[in-house]
């Protein structure tokens, strides 16, 4: 605590200092009239920092505590920027993003430059309350193991990382399987664990803390199935001095490609919203990692930051992955997008359409779901994709679209979703990783 208050001091008397400084050259009374608001307004801001910056100091140190402050921002963010009923350009849509992001900052007595700041100077040891549940995944994804207090419930022949299928809807025809997990006697603790507890997820050495919440993914069959693919595209040997996870979620990804390739020396991770920063920079601090290795934390639409990147806006990334949410918007469906960050092919198209300014290498993962919109961006850029390792058909299974009453018999009817009668899940989809090829030399996805 004397530490952080000194060091906080040092910075704001270091502030008070410079500015005193570039004030004392003035000679002329007069002239000093405009300034004397302006100190006392700088005053007032560097005390208003100083007191957001120790305010979150102990507030980070428990995770749990601050996830629920920045929960709230997130909402508003996922409230207005998905709930527009006209479409928006992409200028109006970051330009409405910022001015609630910094509303919602402001209502939660925040200041954004603050929180970036101790994120990006790694100003906290974040402290993680007891795991109600540990995850571990097997490499080929077909064996899960929850762990909890009471004992461990296993899943075989798993085909999603939490393989319920009670909530699934059950269309004509559908003869209803099992539940994988809520057949076995622990089944109801692992679930409350899964929905209310601090979750540990493991696969492929590499562990995020997740919990359940609105505006939290956590890593899933895609992520696994991406990292699987990259692997075996001969991932560990490129080399790569920087990386960057667009719509990081937990890191997991970034932190995968950080373990798996030891050429890479500074990791962004980058979302829209706060909460996958916070977790990310708390997966990041227990992740063990050497000291030539820096994270940065990038909050913004896209690659739109509200802040300077780690090496200027003219710098491309040498390798940037990106698992972005992929539920389309289809007419008469259009509120699938509210108030949701799984909802939405803007990421997606963002990240092919602008590849060639983003990275050197930029590997972006997607469902048949969206192939339509994704052929549009192809078609109107005139930009490729090459496949990187094999498809998946995977379940359909996302909560927030079976909400929407009708909204996934219509993804089958567009083809866009495969009915199984006799599986475990009723409904269908293919995941698929792909490296994008600016201008028109690669081949089309299929
Ligand atoms: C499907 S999750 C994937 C999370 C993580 N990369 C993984 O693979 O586990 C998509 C992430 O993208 C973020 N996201 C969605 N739209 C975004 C946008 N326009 N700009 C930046 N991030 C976005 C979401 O908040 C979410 O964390």
């Not at 001091?9 to 200092?17: E, F, I, Q, S, Y």
């Not at 050259?25 to 100083?50: E, W």
């Not at 925040?110 to 007891?130: A, F, H, M, R």
Request: charged residues 20%; hydrophobic residues 35%; neutral net charge.
């Amino acid at each position: 605590m004397i530490r952080r208050f000194r060091a906080g001091w040092a910075k704001v008397t270091g502030k008070l200092g410079r500015f005193y400084c570039r004030r004392r050259y003035l000679n002329d009374v007069s002239q000093l009239i405009p300034y004397v608001s302006n100190v006392s307004t700088g005053i007032d801001h560097i005390l208003r920092k100083a007191a957001c910056r120790y305010d979150l100091l102990d507030q980070l140190d428990d995770v749990e505590e601050s996830l629920d402050r920045v929960s709230r921002i997130d909402e508003s963010i996922m409230n207005a920027v998905r709930s527009m009923k006209h479409p928006l350009t992409l200028e109006q849509r970051t330009t409405c993003y910022r001015h609630v992001l910094i509303g919602a900052t402001h209502s939660e007595s925040l200041i954004l430059e603050t929180v970036l700041d101790l994120l990006n100077t790694g100003s906290v040891t974040p402290q993680c309350g007891p795991v109600a549940l540990d995850v571990s995944v097997s490499h080929d994804c077909k064996t899960i193991e929850f762990a909890v207090a009471d004992g461990t419930l296993t899943v075989t022949d798993a085909s999603l990382m939490w393989d319920c299928n009670c909530h699934d809807p059950y269309p004509a025809g559908y003869r209803r399987a099992p539940c994988p997990i809520h057949s076995k006697p622990l089944g109801e603790s692992v679930t409350r664990a899964f929905n209310n507890g601090l979750v540990r997820i493991t696969y492929d050495g590499i562990s995020v803390f997740w919990r359940q919440k609105k505006d939290l993914w956590p890593p899933s069959i895609d992520a696994f199935h991406m990292v699987r693919n990259l692997d075996s595209d001969g991932y560990a040997k490129i080399p790569a001095r920087t990386v960057c996870d667009v719509g990081c979620g937990t890191g997991f990804l970034g932190l995968w490609a950080c373990n798996k390739n030891v050429s890479h020396k500074h990791v962004t991770f980058s979302d829209w919203l706060l909460s996958p920063l916070f977790v990310t920079y708390t997966n990041f601090s227990y992740f063990p990692h050497t000291l030539t290795l820096t994270p940065h934390y990038m909050l913004g639409l896209h690659d739109n930051w509200i802040s300077k990147p780690p090496f200027g806006f003219r710098r491309l990334f040498d390798i940037v992955l990106c698992n972005p949410p992929y539920l389309p918007s289809i007419p008469g469906f259009e509120d699938v997008l509210y108030d949701s960050t799984v909802a939405g092919t803007d990421l997606l198209e963002y990240v092919i359409e602008h590849a060639a300014t983003l990275g050197r290498t930029v590997y972006v993962n997607f469902s048949s779901i969206a192939q339509k919109e994704v052929n549009a961006v192809l078609r109107r850029t005139g930009h490729s994709l090459r496949r990187v390792g094999q498809a998946k058909i995977v379940p359909f299974r996302v909560r927030h679209a079976f909400d929407k009453v009708g909204y996934t018999h219509a993804l089958a009817e567009d083809g866009r979703v495969i009915f199984r009668p006799d599986d475990i899940h009723p409904y269908w989809h293919s995941v698929s990783t792909y490296q994008v090829v600016a201008g028109r030399c690669g081949e089309q996805a299929d």
